[in-house]
């Protein structure tokens, strides 16, 4: 079925209602009439108001809330708009969603979800631009789950819902202008299992969230030089599918990472030591970190044109490495 993004959310979201009387959901703005950009319209109506309610603003608060909720055996979904807020929220989830269940000897599990918004929209500036998804992936036993489209979108939502940890699960404003074709009911797709979405030989693009969408046009501009890119859709960077990575660098020899969020301990770091760490992975060429400048997101539209990736200077830029 063709769909948006957000009705695909939307529809994970009812089906694991149906499905467990234990889900439920939550938010700031959940029950507006846009309802959290089109992805909750319609779940009050449908559960009732004691399984999909509106919350005031107290992000700690409210995670707390989840985690003594899903300690106790339901399965909350806290949504949480721009995920620059959830830093408001760190000591519960670093301190209590990720470290309870080892520190009652895993006797005890912590099956919250949290939907936060990252990505480039209408000049939003420093403070609603974050993508922070490094902070959180850092932690153990945390779950870090980045769709790039809207066939992954619902299925990855449902299996974070449905996974014993705790799980944030970062979605894109650019994503939301997207349609695709969703297959109906949603089967879940396993966390930590990364998609070749375009083959090649010469380089690997290592990507995630909207960049995959990015990564993925600037390798049709390569293959119209003769550069045949290999593009892969990590879709969680908690579990990390290393392997995929690995084997991928392995046949390229060159790589090419595409971030969500500033330079430096970010995505790059992190492919960085998996190269380092596998013996298998030889560079012919240094590591391509493309992200955004290493700056707070400018509020003008012209700054912040400049502050995100360009695809052509990308493109330029591959080019001159790889040495066409």
Same mark, same amino acid.
């Given at each position: ?8 959310? %939307? ?42 309610? #509106? ?59 949290? %939907? ?45 819902? $449905? ?7 970062? #979605? ?41 969408? $990015?990564?993925? &046009? @600037? ?28 084997? &991928?660098?392995?046949?390229?020899? /060159? @790589? ?8 430096? $301990? ?17 560079? #012919?060429?240094?590591? @391509? ?31 001159? /490495?790889?040495?066409?």
């Amino acid at each position: 079925m063709l769909m948006s993004f957000s009705e695909s959310v %939307r529809i994970a979201m009812m089906q694991a209602m149906e499905a467990d009387e234990r889900v439920f959901a939550y938010g700031q703005g959940i029950n507006d009439p846009g309802g959290f950009f089109g992805s909750t319209v319609g779940i009050q109506e449908k559960f009732g108001k004691t399984r999909c309610f #509106d919350v005031p603003l107290s992000e700690e608060s409210l995670v707390g809330m989840g985690v003594g909720a899903a300690i106790l055996g339901r399965r909350p979904i806290y949504i949480a708009l721009r995920i620059d807020f959830l830093l408001l929220a760190m000591n519960q989830i670093a301190n209590h969603a990720a470290k309870w269940p080892g520190m009652c000897g895993y006797q005890a599990t912590v099956p919250l979800t949290i %939907r936060a918004i990252i990505g480039k929209d209408w000049g939003q500036a420093a403070q609603h631009s974050g993508a922070f998804y490094s902070l959180f992936a850092h932690i153990p036993e945390l779950e870090v789950v980045l769709p790039s489209n809207v066939e992954d979108a619902p299925r990855l939502l449902l299996a974070s819902i $449905f996974s014993d940890n705790p799980t944030l699960f970062i #979605d894109s404003k650019p994503l939301y202008d997207l349609k695709g074709e969703v297959e109906l009911p949603i089967q879940p797709l396993a966390l930590g299992k990364a998609s070749i979405v375009r083959e090649g030989k010469d380089i690997t693009f290592v990507a995630i969230s909207h960049m995959v969408m $990015f990564a993925q &046009s @600037v390798a049709a501009t390569l293959a119209e030089h003769g550069i045949s890119a290999e593009v892969i859709d990590l879709r969680t960077v908690t579990p990390l599918d290393e392997t995929a990575i690995v084997e &991928s660098i392995a046949k390229t020899r /060159r @790589v090419a990472i595409f971030d969500v969020d500033w330079p430096r $301990f970010g995505l790059a770091s992190e492919v960085a030591r998996v190269i380092c760490m596998s013996p298998d992975c030889n560079l #012919d060429l240094p590591l @391509v970190n493309i992200a955004q400048k290493d700056e707070h997101t400018p509020g003008g539209c012209f700054l912040e044109h400049e502050h995100y990736p360009i695809e052509e200077r990308v493109v330029a830029d591959l080019l001159k /490495r790889v040495g066409v």
